[in-house]
């Protein structure tokens, strides 16, 4: 008979399966739903125990810094569906992206970015790491060429979000790779707005996938958190030690909050993504927009790469309305179901102007080379009823 409390083998499972039951791990009690360990350290039952932990000759937990029983089942879970040896699970998505960067780099190296990223991803890359001694250079991702150009004999990290945000801009992830195999480099995917569903960067070549949790993960905007994945030699060599010692470690109460997320993400996901196609399409035959870009379309720049690396469209679309900034904020403030946020991925739906919001650092050049204007508009889809979405767009679009 299997030990039915014990963790296990999830390796044949199915995404919906495993987002329910992977990492599960229970305690004495056999509860049915995952236990919160709100606890910051552990006891041992003798001297000669606790030396024996920090030797590494048991298993058991040391201090939530490093590792806690119900963050733990969060990572094991997201290995399972992301086929990921190993992984840390971070405070927020900003914690993950930053250690998965910063844990492998020196003074001296190199690391090639898209230029196309989220706002702080970009400060981390632009601004940070050269304080650092780290040189980096920013490209147009979308182009193969300009990572091969990029490419110094010190480069060590190639850097990628795919789609992008706002722009939902799509990089040929094993194209990057073989790139990056090549000269020896690692290649980081942020893989937030793909979901864990519709992209898998590891299968695709890439060796480090990293989430903010904040997003679809969690899915209802309630907690922060993030993940790191990769295989467990990479965690052991380069993050292993970072993680614990600066300590970004994710809360057990947020761990068990995007456990909960994970078990409805297939469903959640799935709807949003049908509603926003057909908001696309709503979109793209109305007289008062000018641009919309939904991957998933036929009309996407790269529906080419769309076609072969995802394996579904996004709960997001951009798009751009005639008449420039005014009209844009006239379009936001007479909606009355979407509300105005920067978040996403959220169960309600949520609209931003980016140029004036999360993009409004930027350099009016740099947005323009990222294809975001005044007349841009960020929409994430939510669990609302499509038709009353589209009825409350409709509506909106009618009165600027
Ligand atoms: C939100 C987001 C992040 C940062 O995540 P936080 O949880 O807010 O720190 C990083 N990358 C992308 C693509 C995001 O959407």
């Known amino acids: 008979m299997t030990d039915k409390n014990k963790p296990q083998n999830t390796s044949n499972w199915r995404p919906a399966t495993q987002m329910v039951h992977g990492g599960t791990s229970r305690s004495q009690f056999g509860e049915t739903s995952e236990a919160m360990f709100l606890t910051q350290g552990f006891v041992y039952d003798s001297a000669e125990a606790a030396e024996a932990r920090f030797k590494g000759e048991d298993c058991g937990f040391i201090y939530s810094r490093y590792a806690n029983p119900t963050v733990d089942m969060f990572e094991k879970r997201m290995c399972a569906l992301e086929d990921a040896e190993d992984a840390r699970a971070t405070a927020s998505g900003m914690a993950a992206v930053s250690a998965a960067l910063l844990c492998q780099v020196k003074a001296g190296d190199h ?4 230029r196309a990223l989220f706002g702080s991803c970009r400060w981390v890359v ?8 780290i040189e ?8 193969l060429a300009n990572w091969q150009g990029a490419v110094r004999p010190n480069t060590k990290v190639f850097f990628l979000e795919s789609p992008t945000n706002p722009t939902l801009e799509v990089i040929d992830i094993a ?3 073989e790139i990056a195999n090549a000269i020896g480099a690692k290649v980081v995917v942020d893989n937030v707005f793909a979901t864990p569903l519709y992209q898998k960067p590891l299968a695709l070549g890439a060796h480090i996938v990293v989430y903010s949790a904040t997003k679809h993960i969690d899915g209802q905007g309630r907690c922060l958190g993030g993940i790191v994945l990769s295989t467990k030699d990479w965690i052991e060599e380069h993050l292993h030690d970072y993680f614990r010692h600066t300590g970004p470690s994710l809360s057990p109460f947020n761990a068990w909050t995007l ?5 409805t993400l297939p469903l959640r996901v799935r709807q949003q993504t049908e509603s926003a196609g057909r908001i696309a399409d709503y979109l793209a035959g109305h007289s008062s927009i000018k641009r ?13 790469i769309v076609a072969r690396q995802m394996s579904g469209g996004s709960t997001l679309v951009a798009f751009e309305i005639d008449g420039g900034k005014p009209a844009a904020f006239a379009f ?3 909606l009355e179901i979407v509300r105005i946020s920067n978040n996403l991925g959220d169960a309600k739906s949520l609209i931003t102007h980016p140029s004036t919001t999360t993009h409004k650092n930027l350099a009016e050049e740099a947005r323009a080379e990222l294809g975001i204007t005044d007349a841009t508009v960020r929409l994430s889809v939510g669990l609302e009823d499509a038709d009353d979405l589209i009825a409350d767009i409709d509506r909106a679009l009618s009165s600027v």
Do not use: F, S, W
């Open 292 to 304: 919309v870009i939904y991957p998933g379309r036929a009309d996407h720049p790269q529906a080419d």
């Open 259 to 263: 456990l909960k997320g994970l078990e």
């Open 175 to 177: 194209g990057v790779a």
């Open 136 to 143: 980096t250079t920013l490209i147009d991702g979308t182009d």
């Open 111 to 114: 690391v090639v970015a898209a």
């Open 126 to 133: 632009e601004t940070l790491m050269p304080q650092y001694g």
């Open 332 to 334: 936001e403030n007479a």
